[in-house]
């Protein structure tokens, strides 16, 4: 059975009016380990919905795809087609763009099988809020495997920025916080618009500083 994910966001009245009124969106990243390089994080959730409590959640649910959209900055990858995986399966791709999963996969990792000479973009997209939305973009050669790992650890940031889920994002927008729900199922952070990011000194989390670089941290190899 697929588990549930929570974090909860508290912020003051005055911090969700002030970040209202200048257009905020509160946006979310998901990690990946993997060995290809070559790979980008994605926009994973975008949402101006949020308010003094906010609750984040998701499954442990995820999909594989490929897509023809060539990896770049600010460019959204348009899945081109896509099957529900469990973690140990492979997602096979053969000459025509069909796809076919089976389980015999590495175990804990979702792979995908290029079977054609054409190349494509491929990723994982995890559901979150009862929808599959891609969070990681690698390159997929002709007649190459990739494999991913998905860990739970999540990013959150809010930005001005107008940008759509599934967008290759390489620099943060703004002050970010990774949460680590390894061992765990939810957790409870912090926001405020003068402060910032806050988890009381948890070790599982981390501040991101405006402009850092979000490969290391959203893809490990």
Known sequence: MASNYSVQINMSPNTVSSLKSAGYSLYGFKAIKTSIQGGVPLVWFATKNYLVSTNVGWQEDYQAYISTTTIAPNTKIVSSNAAGVDLGDTMTVDPSGNVLVTTDGTPGAISIVNASSVPYTCGISQEQNGSFTPMCAFPLFGNMLDQMMPVEKVLFMFATNQVDTGTVIYRAYSQGLTVN?????????????????????????????????????????
């Not at 061992?183 to 991101?208: E, H």
């Open 181 to 221: 729900l390894t061992g765990t199922t939810s957790r409870t952070v912090s926001f405020d618009i003068n402060t910032g990011w806050s988890a009381d000194g948890a070790a599982w989390a981390s501040l991101v500083p405006p402009n850092a670089d979000m490969l290391p941290i959203l893809i490990t190899h």
